[in-house]
C-alpha cells in the first residue's frame, strides 16, 4: 500500500473544506503533519548581491511538500557546484495548506465495513505550498557574473514540481 496519492490530486487551487459540526473537537483539524523542508535559506547570507533570479508561477497551483524538498535539493547542489558559495538561495513557497484523504477500504465484503466517501472530511496526510500566478517559488540572489548560472539552476525545479514556471531576472535596489 502506498502512502502518497499521486500529486495531481491536489495541484488545483480551491477554497479548504470547513467543517462545520455540532460538536467542536470534530470541528477543525487536529495534528498537522510535519513538512519535509530541510532549510528555507542556504548561501552566503552576508554578502551582497546585485541581482536576483526568480522561479516564477504562470498559474495558480498547490505544492506538496515532498516536491518541493525535491527540487529544492536539486537547485541548490547545482549551485554549489557552479556558484561556490557566492549566493543566496530562498525558498519563498512556504507549505501551510492541510492535505486530508478518506481512506478506503478494497476488495472483498469492503462495503460491509467502509462508510464511503458521504460527508467525509479526512485525516491530514501531508502539507502543500499555496502559490499563486505571478508569484516566485524560489529566490536566488547573485551578482551579474552568477545570472547564467542561477538561471541554469532554476530550470532544473520545475520537472520535480507541477505546473508551469518562468525564470525571471531583476536587479536588485
Same mark, same amino acid.
Given at each position: 500500500?502506498?502512502?502518497?496519492?499521486?500529486?495531481?490530486?491536489?495541484?488545483?487551487?480551491?477554497?479548504?473544506?470547513?467543517?462545520?459540526?455540532?460538536?467542536?473537537?470534530?470541528?477543525?483539524?487536529?495534528?498537522?503533519?510535519?513538512?519535509?523542508?530541510?532549510?528555507?535559506?542556504? /548561501?552566503?547570507?552576508?554578502?551582497?548581491?546585485?541581482?536576483?533570479?526568480?522561479?516564477?508561477?504562470?498559474?495558480?497551483?498547490?505544492?506538496?511538500?515532498?516536491?518541493?524538498?525535491?527540487?529544492?535539493?536539486?537547485?541548490?547542489?547545482?549551485?554549489?557546484?557552479?556558484?561556490?558559495?557566492?549566493?543566496?538561495?530562498?525558498?519563498?513557497?512556504?507549505?501551510?495548506?492541510?492535505?486530508?484523504?478518506?481512506?478506503?477500504?478494497? /476488495?472483498?465484503?469492503?462495503?460491509?465495513?467502509?462508510?464511503?466517501?458521504?460527508?467525509?472530511?479526512?485525516?491530514?496526510?501531508?502539507?502543500?505550498?499555496?502559490?499563486?500566478?505571478?508569484?516566485?517559488?524560489?529566490?536566488?540572489?547573485?551578482?551579474?557574473?552568477?545570472?547564467?548560472?542561477?538561471?541554469?539552476?532554476?530550470?532544473?525545479?520545475?520537472?520535480?514540481?507541477?505546473?508551469?514556471?518562468?525564470?525571471?531576472?531583476?536587479?536588485?535596489?
Amino acid at each position: 500500500m502506498s502512502a502518497l496519492r499521486k500529486g495531481h490530486c491536489y495541484t488545483r487551487v480551491k477554497r479548504a473544506y470547513t467543517r462545520h459540526s455540532k460538536f467542536k473537537a470534530k470541528g477543525y483539524i487536529k495534528g498537522i503533519p510535519p513538512h519535509k523542508i530541510a532549510r528555507f535559506e542556504l /548561501g552566503n547570507t552576508k554578502g551582497t548581491y546585485t541581482h536576483e533570479v526568480s522561479l516564477v508561477s504562470l498559474k495558480p497551483i498547490q505544492i506538496r511538500h515532498n516536491a518541493i524538498e525535491a527540487s529544492r535539493q536539486v537547485v541548490v547542489r547545482r549551485l554549489e557546484l557552479t556558484l561556490k558559495n557566492n549566493f543566496l538561495f530562498k525558498l519563498r513557497a512556504q507549505p501551510h495548506q492541510i492535505l486530508r484523504e478518506n481512506k478506503i477500504v478494497t /476488495g472483498a465484503h469492503a462495503d460491509r465495513i467502509a462508510t464511503g466517501m458521504a460527508h467525509s472530511f479526512g485525516s491530514p496526510i501531508a502539507v502543500a505550498a499555496r502559490v499563486l500566478k505571478g508569484k516566485p517559488v524560489f529566490t536566488v540572489y547573485v551578482n551579474k557574473e552568477g545570472i547564467e548560472d542561477a538561471k541554469g539552476a532554476l530550470k532544473a525545479a520545475p520537472p520535480r514540481i507541477p505546473g508551469s514556471y518562468t525564470v525571471t531576472v531583476s536587479e536588485r535596489k
